[in-house]
């Protein structure tokens, strides 16, 4: 059975393949993912690294976790399920209220509200 690892806190420079070199040698890797920004390309600071073998995940994790990485400590533990979020309807997000002037000028103004 293959373990998930989320590694978080990673310096903005790390790339899939320094993410590989850092888990490897606690054994065998089935995939190895830096997560990027989908319009700049950069890092977005965390990864994934997926272990063939629990117990060879477990052990990156007890060594890793709270580790100095390129000056920062990463976070290192067991990625969990991504949860189902409910479809956003940007256009719900704005709504035009009506109110009352509160002075002389602010009766040219409209405003828009954030819900």
Request: aromatic content about 10%.
């Amino acid at each position: 059975m293959s373990k998930k690892l989320f590694v978080g806190n990673l310096d903005f420079k790390t790339t899939t393949e320094d993410l590989e070199k850092m888990f490897s040698e606690f054994g065998e890797l089935e995939e190895v993912n830096v997560v990027t920004d989908r319009d700049t390309g950069r890092s977005k600071g965390f990864g994934f690294v997926t272990f063939f073998e629990d117990n060879e995940a477990d052990k990156a994790i007890s060594e890793m976790n709270e580790k100095e990485v390129n000056g920062r400590k990463i976070n290192v533990n067991e990625a969990k399920e991504k949860e189902d979020r409910p479809e956003r309807n940007s256009r719900e997000r704005f709504v035009r209220q009506e109110r009352e002037p509160q002075d002389e000028y602010s009766k040219y103004c409209s405003t828009t509200f954030m819900k």
